[in-house]
C-alpha cells in the first residue's frame, strides 16, 4: 500500500483503485510507520510527499516486494514450464549477432516465458537494474557474479586483400609497425589487443595507424573497405575470412597473446530467484555457441584450408584466395 501511496501522491486515488476507503488505506500507512518508528508521509488536505526516510525507504521496499514475487515465481517454475519475465543484457555488437539469435530461438523452445534483451556497451549494475543474466567479454574482474564461461575470446590480425595488394603481407606481428594499424580508442585498452605470443613480451605492440575508434563496426567496415589492418575479436571477423572479404594474418598466434587470457562470459547474481530460468537460458547459449564456438570452427576450418600445401602443378590448395 505504502508503494501504491508513493506512486499515486494520493491516498484518495489509491483507495479507489482497491475499492477501499481512505481510512483504511491511511490506517496501513500509520501501522507501517508505527512498526519502522519513523514517518514516511508528509500528509495534509492539499497535498502528500516522502519524508526523508520515506526516500530511503522507498527502494527497499521496491526490492522487498520484488523478491516476494520472484519467489512466487521460483515455486510455480519448479512445477510447471518455465515462464516469466527474463533479463538479459550484452555488448552491443555481439548481442546483435550471437545473443539475439538466440533469444529467437529460446522463446521459440520455451513460449510461455518473457525475455527483456538490452544491448548496450555499458557496463550495467545487475543488483541495481535487476538484470538476471548478463554477456561480459574479457576477463572479469572478482566479483560476488556467478560466471559461467561460454567460449575463449580469440582477437585476429586480418586485412582485406586490396590493402594487403598495395603494401604487402607481413610475414611477422613485428612487421606490423610499418603497417597501418586500426586501433581502438577506449582507454584502458580491453586485454589482448594487439599482443601476439612471444612477441614483445607477451605485451601490445606499438603500432600506429590513422583511425582509432571507441566503436570496434566502425574498425570492422575500415578494414574491409582496404584502409588498414584491424584486430579483432573472432566472433566478428570469421564470417568476411571465411568469404574472402578479410584474410587472416599469423594464424598461429591467434590463441595465445594475452595473459591472463580474455573469454565470454555469462555472469548472474547469486542467490535470485529467477535462478532456473537464468541458468536455462545460459545452457542455451552454451549449446547454441558449442566448443568450440561456431564462429571460430568457421574460421579454422579455413584456415586449415589454406595451410595445406599446394597442388603439385603450383595450383593453390582448395578455398584459397589471392592475397
Known amino acids: 500500500m505504502f508503494l501504491a501511496v508513493a506512486a499515486a501522491g494520493s ?17 496501513k500507512i500509520d501501522a507501517l510507520e508505527k512498526e519502522l518508528g519513523v514517518k514516511l508521509l508528509h500528509r495534509s488536505t492539499r497535498m502528500l510527499l516522502l519524508t526523508d526516510a520515506g526516500e530511503q525507504f522507498l527502494p ?38 550471437h545473443v539475439a539469435p538466440a533469444v ?4 521459440q523452445q520455451y513460449p510461455l516465458l518473457e525475455i527483456d ?19 561480459r567479454i574479457g576477463v572479469l574482474p572478482d566479483s560476488d557474479l556467478v560466471a559461467t564461461r561460454l567460449a575463449p575470446m580469440r582477437r585476429l590480425a586480418c586485412a582485406s586483400p586490396a590493402y594487403l595488394a598495395r603494401h604487402g603481407r607481413p610475414a611477422t606481428p613485428q612487421e606490423l609497425l610499418q603497417h597501418n594499424c586500426l586501433s581502438v580508442a577506449t582507454l584502458p585498452v580491453p586485454q589482448g589487443w594487439w ?23 566502425t574498425l570492422l567496415q575500415a578494414a574491409l573497405a582496404g584502409v588498414g589492418v584491424a584486430h579483432l575479436a573472432s566472433w566478428m571477423v570469421s564470417e568476411p575470412i571465411a568469404a574472402g572479404q578479410l584474410l587472416q594474418l599469423f594464424p598461429d598466434t591467434a ?45 579454422d576450418e579455413l584456415g586449415d584450408a589454406l595451410s595445406r600445401p599446394a597442388a603439385a602443378d603450383g595450383a593453390p590448395p582448395p578455398g584459397s584466395r589471392p592475397a
Open 117 to 135: 534483451l538490452h544491448l548496450s556497451d555499458q557496463m550495467v549494475d545487475l543488483t541495481a537494474q535487476r538484470v538476471d543474466v548478463a554477456i
Open 104 to 107: 529467437l530461438s529460446f522463446l
Open 255 to 299: 590463441d595465445k597473446g594475452a595473459t591472463p587470457q580474455p573469454a565470454i562470459h555469462a555472469v548472474r547474481m547469486p542467490g535470485r530467484s529467477h535462478a532456473a530460468k537464468a541458468q536455462l537460458f545460459i545452457a542455451h547459449l552454451r549449446a547454441g555457441f558449442g566448443a568450440p564456438p561456431y564462429w571460430d570452427a568457421v574460421g
Open 195 to 217: 599482443c601476439f605470443a612471444g612477441v614483445n613480451g607477451n605485451a601490445a605492440l606499438p603500432v600506429r595507424g590513422n583511425l582509432r575508434c571507441d566503436d570496434t563496426e
Open 11 to 27: 491516498l484518495s486515488q489509491v483507495a479507489r483503485g482497491s475499492a477501499v476507503a481512505v481510512s483504511s488505506v491511511s490506517r
Open 60 to 97: 527497499r521496499a521496491r526490492a522487498i516486494i520484488a523478491e516476494l514475487d520472484d519467489a512466487k515465481d521460483a515455486f510455480a517454475e519448479s512445477h510447471a514450464e518455465p515462464r516469466g519475465v527474463l533479463t538479459v543484457t550484452a555488448p552491443s555488437s555481439f548481442g546483435r549477432r
